[in-house]
């Protein structure tokens, strides 16, 4: 998928992306059930798995991110958690990338695997 630079996004990154194909329609994913309380202490049960992303993403349901705006006050502090959570996963990631180059551009190098060049 290399291209010129800046035309390589996340929405189009994610079309790609194996893990999310999985997430999306392995069962393993797709029949996991949680248990889940509402703000009003109300409990049930919920089924599938998802990745926590930023706005940028494609709206799939395996995709979630936080609502722009909300007036409940448990939501925003959850939001903003969540945010916080993301933030210190992609700085990690981006930290790994300056280390290891192949991480940046694995695209380029489809022919192998990636745990095969790092190991």
Same mark, same amino acid.
């Given at each position: 998928?290399?291209g010129?630079?800046?035309?390589?996004?996340?929405?189009?990154?994610?079309?790609?992306?194996l893990a999310v194909?999985k997430?999306?329609?392995?069962?393993?994913?797709?029949?996991?059930?949680?248990?889940?309380?509402?703000?009003?202490?109300?409990h049930s049960t919920?089924?599938?798995?998802?990745?926590?992303?930023?706005?940028?993403y494609?709206?799939?349901?395996?995709?979630q991110?936080g609502?722009?705006t909300?007036?409940?006050?448990?939501?925003?502090y959850?939001?903003r958690?969540?945010?916080?959570?993301?933030?210190? !996963?992609?700085?990690y990631?981006?930290?790994?990338?300056?280390r290891?180059?192949i991480?940046?551009?694995?695209?380029?190098?489809?022919?192998k695997? !990636?745990?095969d060049?790092?190991?």
């Amino acid at each position: 998928m290399p291209g010129a630079y800046g035309t390589v996004n996340d929405k189009t990154i994610i079309k790609s992306d194996l893990a999310v194909e999985k997430v999306r329609t392995d069962p393993l994913f797709t029949d996991y059930q949680y248990e889940v309380w509402s703000s009003s202490r109300e409990h049930s049960t919920m089924k599938g798995a998802y990745s926590i992303v930023d706005g940028g993403y494609l709206q799939w349901k395996c995709l979630q991110c936080g609502l722009g705006t909300s007036s409940d006050n448990d939501y925003i502090y959850w939001r903003r958690r969540m945010e916080s959570v993301r933030k210190d !996963i992609a700085c990690y990631f981006g930290r790994l990338k300056q280390r290891f180059n192949i991480l940046r551009i694995p695209n380029l190098l489809r022919t192998k695997k !990636i745990d095969d060049m790092m190991f």
